[in-house]
């Protein structure tokens, strides 16, 4: 292989393959191979820099930036010519959605103090969406129900849901206790998640009482129930909600499995 050196077109050699080397131990090579790859190696005990007086442009021949930085400033980094994690002095800004590779990935929050009973410190999840819960009666859900709206947001294993009937008529044959299906995660094995944030319209109820809705564990289910006052639980029955026209409104928060 020969080299050229040309004051105008700089250092060339004759073939298609061939190693251009610095340093005494040859710690420098810069390669050209005829897979059509070009190669800087550094295979020294030190280090490989690449300094700027200025900014500095990782890009294609036409001119896409692959990674950008500048003197006492920013870095970023690029997609399709497009900037997507920048830093700043306080830690970086995201220009579009981080997206986790694996399930049980998230955002470790590991260096914060914890409680006592802390189990994980890793957010790994965030969902947003609907579901269709149904309401019936405990003994006979599946024959006498009505379908309502249902919202939830889930955050990690915590998961909050709004669900609505509207303007219903359900069927004078359904029995049992009170029930709502097809909540959309399964619970976690905490028992008796309850809530009593709820409001109804055409539903008849006894005032003595305080109605709740009570999840089971490991379940999509929840079931009414009350409160005797200086007594026990006894169950809603679902003999209350047979009204036409009935409007029901639940907001709650429970974990999941």
Known sequence: M??????????????????IKVGVDDDLTLEHRDNNWSYIQHTGSGNLAIESVNSMYLRNTSGEIYFYGEEDSYS????????????????????????????????????????????????????????????????NHGSYNITGNGDYVK????????????????????????????LPYTSAGVEYTVTTNHYMYHVDFNTSRIQSWYLHTGSTEMDGIESVADGGWVSWPVTDFNRSG???RIQMNYLVA
């Open 2 to 19: 020969a080299v050229t050196i040309n004051g105008t077109t700089g250092i060339e050699t004759n073939t298609d393959t061939g190693k």
């Open 76 to 139: 970023a980094m690029y997609h399709n010519n497009a900037k997507k994690i920048e830093t700043t002095s306080t830690g970086a800004t995201v220009h579009g959605n981080l997206k986790l590779a694996s399930a049980g990935q998230g955002i470790d929050f590991s260096a914060t103090s914890d409680a006592g009973g802390m189990s994980s410190e890793v957010l790994d999840d965030y969902e947003e969406g609907t579901f269709s819960p149904v309401l019936g009666g405990s003994t």
């Open 155 to 182: 955050i990690g294993k915590m998961v909050s849901c709004h669900i609505s009937f509207s303007n219903k008529d359900l069927s004078d044959s359904a029995g049992g206790t009170v029930r709502i299906a097809g």
């Open 246 to 248: 009935m409007y029901l």
